[in-house]
């Protein structure tokens, strides 16, 4: 289980204020993977990087030389309510990166804390 997990009754759920100390200090990469006009109405998380779901194949692909993502760091990745999430989550395991955590949506980040910002 990730250190950045709190246990529950039925599944872990990520400890926002963690995640939030761990990509401020580097350590971590928070990932938005909705679409842009998305993070324009409602804001990203603090630090975050947008990079739109249809896109991560291509942006996150460590053998291209325009790869967004450094590999390495564990990464938390979040959308509009967690299902684009999941599915970012699985195409990045396959490229080798790890560990990876679904935050959620927007909503949940916020609702644990996290800050949003303007995008």
């Not at 560990?99 to 303007?118: E, K, S, T």
Request: charge should be neutral.
């Amino acid at each position: 289980m990730f250190s950045f997990l709190r246990p529950g009754s039925s599944a872990a759920k990520p400890d926002i204020a963690q995640i939030a100390q761990e990509v401020a200090e580097g350590r971590m990469l928070l990932l938005d993977v909705r679409e842009v006009a998305e993070a324009k109405a409602s804001g990203l998380a603090k630090d975050a990087r947008l990079i739109p779901l249809s896109l991560l194949p291509l942006k996150a692909d460590p053998r291209q030389p325009g790869c967004e993502l450094p590999q390495g760091l564990p990464v938390a990745v979040y959308c509009a309510s967690g299902a684009r999430s999941g599915m970012a989550a699985d195409v990045l395991g396959r490229m080798g990166y790890g560990p990876v955590v679904n935050l959620g949506g927007l909503r949940d980040w916020a609702q644990g804390g996290g800050a949003v910002v303007a995008y």
